[in-house]
């Protein structure tokens, strides 16, 4: 079991920046993929972000490509989103998931990860 505990969420204005940090418990967690998603009130959960087992494959959504990079550090069990000039539309709770398959790509789908965080909530304003 992989427990998810996200955190960096806030409030800032449009064009500021935020880092937000995943933190896993288990010893396994450097053989899972891990990736961000978000969820803006009344919409459905959307793919934000994906970095593999080995942090050398990185995926985006491409509302977020250029803006937004993804990182792990496997000895601190951690995952971490940059996110930089940010805009009103990034206003969403995000949250951290894990995909418990040794050594399995990434994946943009929600149903394909096994373990999520309870979010992180972010705030852009105009």
């Known amino acids: 079991q992989v427990q998810l505990v996200e955190s960096g969420g806030g409030l800032v204005q449009a064009g500021d920046s935020l880092r937000l940090t995943c933190a896993a418990s288990?010893?396994?967690?450097?053989?899972?993929?891990m990736a961000w998603f978000r969820q803006a009130p009344g919409k459905e959960r959307e793919f934000v972000s994906a970095?593999?087992?080995?942090?050398?494959?990185?995926h985006y959504a491409d509302s977020v490509k250029g803006r937004f990079t993804i990182s792990r550090d496997n000895a601190k069990n951690t995952v971490y989103l940059q996110m930089n000039s940010l805009k009103p539309e990034d206003t969403a709770v995000y949250y951290c998931?894990?995909?418990?398959?040794?050594?399995?790509?990434?994946?943009?789908?929600?149903?394909?990860?096994?373990?999520w965080g309870q979010g992180t909530q972010v705030t852009v304003s105009s």
């Open positions: 288990g010893h396994t967690f450097g053989s899972y993929s």
């Open positions: 970095v593999s087992w080995n942090g050398l494959n990185t």
């Open positions: 998931a894990c995909r418990r398959r040794i050594y399995y790509p990434t994946s943009n789908s929600p149903d394909e990860y096994d373990s």
